[in-house]
């Protein structure tokens, strides 16, 4: 069996390229992992998720724990044969969702007690139940449970949560055990104060993990605070261990992280968008709501081969938008997920060759190659 | 360019098989065709849609119209490209849906005045404007306006709407006038009355349509009802036309008809069905929604070889029915429409080989080959 282990092939600056080899598959870094909340990324087929390039999804274990349950699905084969993605799949531990999903929720030493939005139940959650479920799951890379404070928040108040959130990182290291082919993330913390930051990872890498996430970015701050964030930790990072921002982003905020060396990312931007009618373009997003598309006989993006750019015209997209069919969130979704893989593709392509810092002014002048 | 013509390939008993020859490709019959309202099979990309095995989809004259509307699709080259459905496109004339969707309607010897259900606007229908509407969508199959009562409605009732419906259709036929590889249909009338249905039938002969459908059927009476007047009806139909039988229905409401001699259904039973969580098979339909489904891992019906069978289990489908994806959707509607057109093919084949009375008997003991 091939067991989990991360290939770095090339480096420009601080952006690296690579593979994570796991007995699912390859994931080609830098990835961006569509996001599959319930056991399906909202409006795709699997195989059409596939289609547009990506390597691995993220599943949330709040909602999968909650809803169809976590035994249920192992008994059902696992989340991959559940949900008929039979490739990697990452999973978060459910603390972020518990927070911004949950009501009436109660953090202890032991864990975090909360109510399920989807029928009210009380519910639990430790790090040892976040990881349970996630190996019940069959989740390929496992992530630790952490308490994620909203900021803004001052220092002590971060720290505090720090403090917390890595006895709960032993924990889940401790519950994770040994699974082979499958990999156990620690998650940074620490807010935008550097210094927190750094300690977080370097208690983390004591406790040693197979990938870094950072996590507790993408909350409210600014786009330069996130990344003076990952300027001060991207650099300590391990060498060879995948590196993970959690829950980002824009595509400019993905390609300003890989330019400060980060590996992976998930957002629900690209499928949420699309259920709303908006559709990225190398331009800038479109939203095809606008009565200016009602009679726009292009395609969303001419340079794009996606099935929504092949087939339809903004004006049926526009239409099929405002109609509230179906079909526009397939459709926009398809488009903006391929989107997202085509940044992908052409990020790896450019730190490959050398030509990264080229390949971000040519995107910042509205050309995605 | 191909003429339409109606090529009749067999026959058992009343029942017939055979080909609607058109420029935009034959349509097998006996055929049913999806609903694809306005502008989209719901919840299926077209491609979907010919995989489920339909030659011909249907379009609503009434939404089109107020939504894009016609002039807007004509001049984005048509219904087919606006879509991206290249074949055959069957619309009707939209007097169904103005009686059953919109408001304050208004009845005159010239047509009928209605409100737009999508933004209340005043609009007007005439069985020429329903022409000129189905001509710059480029419909394939154009219908004549007619007047359509709710039933039960008494002799009288139905006799003078059909006086009506009867030069609303001369004006029809003539608004239509020539167009190559075009066809249009008359509308038999006549509610459930058999004297009334062939004066019907007798009077739209002598007019001259590329084909004859029964209206006014599906909508409120006994399945005995419908059999009863298609065995007064159909055997005075021409047998060098295709038979339509509009709105219908439930499967054995189709395999009834094909029994009595109809080549074409339309109905949105299987793709709204399929959004209510309903998934047919050779047992019954399948409430997905239903409990016991929870932990069901066999597949909706294992003789089926569509998307959602091949790789989804009841319990995926129930747990993605009740968290309300898009998903549940995608996939009942592909099933549902893919086991529509596995009836119709095995109607065309057990009647190319005067096999029909067992295929049928085989049917109502939950057998579909």
């Given amino acids: ?46 195989q059409s998720v596939r289609e547009t390039g990506a390597d691995v999804i993220l599943g949330n274990t709040y909602h999968l724990m909650l809803r169809p349950g976590a035994e249920r699905v192992a008994r059902l084969g696992g989340l991959h044969r559940f949900s008929g993605w039979e490739r990697p799949i990452l999973t978060d531990s459910g603390g972020y969702q518990v927070m911004s999903l949950s009501k009436l929720r109660k953090i202890t030493e032991e864990g975090v007690r909360f109510r399920s939005h989807v029928d009210g139940s009380e519910q639990f959650l430790s790090p040892e139940r976040a990881m349970e479920v996630q190996r019940l799951l069959g989740s390929d890379i496992q992530m630790v449970l952490d308490e994620c404070p909203a900021l ?33 993330f620690g998650i ?45 930790v991207a650099p300590h990072m391990p060498a060879n261990r995948p590196r993970y921002l959690m829950g980002v982003g824009k595509p400019s905020d993905i390609i300003g992280a890989v330019l400060r060396g980060i590996d992976m990312f998930d957002c629900v931007l690209p499928t949420r968008s699309g259920r709303n009618g908006q559709a990225f373009t190398p331009e800038g997003a479109l939203n095809l709501r606008n009565a200016r598309f009602a009679d726009d006989s292009g395609p969303i993006d001419p340079a794009c081969s996606c099935p929504a750019c092949r087939q339809f015209s903004r004006a049926y997209l526009h239409h ?4 509230g069919e179906i079909i526009a969130a397939m459709l926009l979704t398809w ?35």
Same sequence: chains 1, 2.
Avoid at 15 to 38: E, K, N, Q, S, Y
Avoid at 172 to 177: E, L, M, P, T, Y
Avoid at 205 to 225: H, K, N, P, R, T
């Fill in 188 to 232: 940074v913390q620490g807010g935008t104060y550097p210094k927190l930051r750094r300690r977080s990872l370097e208690d983390l890498m004591e406790i040693g993990f197979d990938g870094y996430a950072v996590g507790g970015l993408a909350v409210g701050e600014s786009q330069s605070e996130m990344f003076d964030t990952l300027d001060a």
């Fill in 152 to 184: 803004p928040a001052d220092e002590a108040r971060i720290e505090k949560s720090w403090e917390l959130s890595l006895r709960w990182a032993r924990r889940s290291k401790q519950a994770f055990g040994e699974q082979p082919g499958h990999a156990c």
């Fill in 335 to 369: 488009h903006n997920l391929f989107f997202y893989q085509r940044i992908m593709a052409g990020l790896r392509q450019a730190i490959s060759s050398g030509q990264l810092q080229s390949w971000v002014a040519r995107f910042h002048q509205g050309v995605v190659d």
């Fill in 320 to 323: 099929v938008v405002k109609a």
């Fill in 1 to 46: 069996m091939t067991d989990f282990r991360f290939e770095l092939l090339g480096t420009d600056g601080q952006a690296r390229t690579g593979l994570i080899h796991t007995p699912r598959g390859d994931i080609r870094t830098p990835a961006f992992m569509p996001v599959g909340t319930a056991g399906t990324v909202k409006a795709m087929l699997p």
